[in-house]
């Protein structure tokens, strides 16, 4: 069974530019969330997508958008871009509402550097 | 409420030894302390979890203890390998319910040959 993908792995963009991530979930998984990793603050929850509609949502500007397909895909977008904005942008899929009883399987993550 | 707090930043070990992460919590809802290891060029991936009904949990090498007067909990990684070096994640979450899972900030473990 595949994992989770994402693409591109790398991207380098520069301030004030707009960017779209994507994820493909685990074949049959319903749910979507994305991360921020980052040195300094460790794992960051952004959104959660459950059946094409965003579920929870962290702390994060409004310039953090996303969403999901019919087909569980989902498109995380930044827009007006940041230097703060350089991290590394996790995506994890699970069967059910990500939470305690469904185990979230993280994608290798896409690389984003802002100059 | 919602913040986890882990300790420490980074570790070194010698191969063999006993290395130990430390977490706390603030929020009494949480009954569900996952740990997550994440390996250069990967995501995290769930390695042990614990409910506060049990005060310890072993897999392995691997040992979660719990203590749930002192709202904290730990990671033990016994006879420790240059294969464990990674960067580990605590994490806390209410079970029965859709919430977000909260994570600590991560450790970065280095175990020396």
């Known amino acids: 069974k595949a994992g989770v993908t994402q693409t591109p792995r790398y991207l380098i963009k520069t301030r004030g530019q707009q960017v779209t991530l994507s994820c493909s979930p685990i074949?049959?998984?319903?749910?979507v969330s994305w991360y921020q990793q980052t040195p300094g603050q460790g794992l960051q929850f952004l959104f959660e997508?459950?059946?094409?509609?965003?579920?929870n949502k962290g702390n994060f500007p409004g310039r953090f958008s996303g969403r999901q397909f019919s087909n569980s895909r989902s498109e995380m977008n930044v827009s007006t871009l940041e230097l703060g904005d350089s991290a590394l942008y996790l995506c994890?899929?699970?069967?059910?509402?990500?939470?305690?009883?469904?185990?979230?399987?993280f994608g290798p993550g896409t690389r984003l550097t802002v100059l | 409420q919602q913040q986890v707090k882990q300790s420490p930043q980074s570790l070194i070990v010698q191969k063999g030894g006993i290395s130990i992460i430390n977490c706390a919590y603030e929020?009494?809802?949480?009954?569900?302390f996952p740990w997550y290891q994440q390996f250069p060029g990967k995501g995290p991936a769930l390695l042990i979890a614990i409910r506060p009904d049990v005060s310890e949990k072993k897999e392995g090498r691997f040992t979660i203890s719990f203590n749930k007067s002192a709202k904290q909990f730990s990671l033990h990684i016994m006879d420790s390998q240059p294969g464990d070096s990674a960067t580990y994640f605590c994490?806390?979450?209410?079970?029965?319910?859709?919430?977000?899972?909260?994570f600590g900030k991560g450790t970065r473990l280095h175990i020396l040959p």
């Open positions: 994490a806390a979450a209410r079970l029965n319910r859709d919430d977000k899972i909260i």
């Open positions: 074949s049959g998984h319903r749910s």
């Open positions: 929020n009494t809802a949480f009954d569900y």
């Open positions: 994890a899929s699970s069967l059910a509402r990500a939470g305690a009883n469904n185990e979230q399987f």
């Open positions: 997508y459950f059946s094409e509609t965003q579920r």
